[in-house]
């Protein structure tokens, strides 16, 4: 059965750096995309990027990339996503994702339960 | 990136079908996957490649296209049908690879 596990809800501070983790179990890691998408509060989905663990190939929305970086072990078959400095307008909820392709077309099969980050200012 | 439009809000009576739709230049070009928010929750995958429901979805559930369209439609709607529902798929530019549509609010 696949399973993402995410680490627990963050309080940090504006400035201040931060990596959580989605922990993937079930299926070979290497054969899929692995990825976030946010959900600011109250408002809809936003893709942030994917990466592959078999070729280490990363992609991300223009939305975000320079803002975070999205990277995984494949050792321990865990995805990450880090800032090096946080804003108060990255508060929200981060959901990993596996996306299978289909047709070329990434879609996302399983969820993470979600990781709630709050920043104050 | 192009933009997916759905509409804000729909509501259906019990038992009756309902249509949601999601509307952009990359739906013409992509496959289209849905996705179905509980409060509290964490989305689930209910269609994926137009019109294609993972293992364990209700049949009541079906997707389409038709141009630049896509459509879920939800048969004899249930109280537990009541969520949000996204649609996304690739951006018509390539990049930035999945664009989500603003989700529609259905009401039971």
């Known amino acids: 059965e696949v399973h993402l596990e995410q680490s627990g809800g963050e309080i940090k501070k504006a400035g201040e750096s931060l990596e959580i983790s989605c922990k993937a179990s079930g299926y070979i890691f290497a054969r899929y995309w692995i990825g976030w998408v946010r959900q600011l509060s109250g408002e809809g989905l936003e893709y942030m990027g994917l990466?592959?663990?078999?070729?280490?190939?990363?992609r991300y929305s223009p939305s975000f990339e320079g803002r975070v970086i999205i990277s995984a072990n494949t050792s321990i078959t865990t995805a990450y996503l880090r800032w090096a400095t946080l804003t108060s307008s990255d508060t929200a909820t981060y959901f990993c994702v596996r996306g299978p392709l289909y047709g070329g077309n990434i879609y996302f099969d399983f969820w993470g339960p979600g990781t709630l980050v709050t920043i104050s200012s | 990136s192009s933009d997916l439009i759905q509409e804000a809000a729909v509501s259906v009576t019990l038992g009756q079908t309902v249509s949601i739709m999601c509307q952009g230049d990359?739906?013409?070009?992509?496959?289209v996957s849905w996705y179905q928010r509980k409060s509290g929750q964490a989305p689930l995958l209910i269609v994926y490649?137009?019109?294609l429901r993972p293992s364990g979805i209700s049949d009541r559930i079906s997707g389409s296209k038709s141009g630049t369209t896509a459509s879920l439609t939800v048969t004899t709607a249930q109280a537990d049908d009541e969520a949000d529902y996204f649609c996304a798929c690739r951006d018509s530019n390539g990049d930035p690879w999945v664009v989500f549509g603003g989700g529609t609010r259905l009401t039971v």
């Open positions: 490649g137009n019109s």
């Open positions: 990359s739906v013409r070009s992509s496959y």
């Open positions: 990466f592959y663990p078999g070729d280490t190939d990363v």
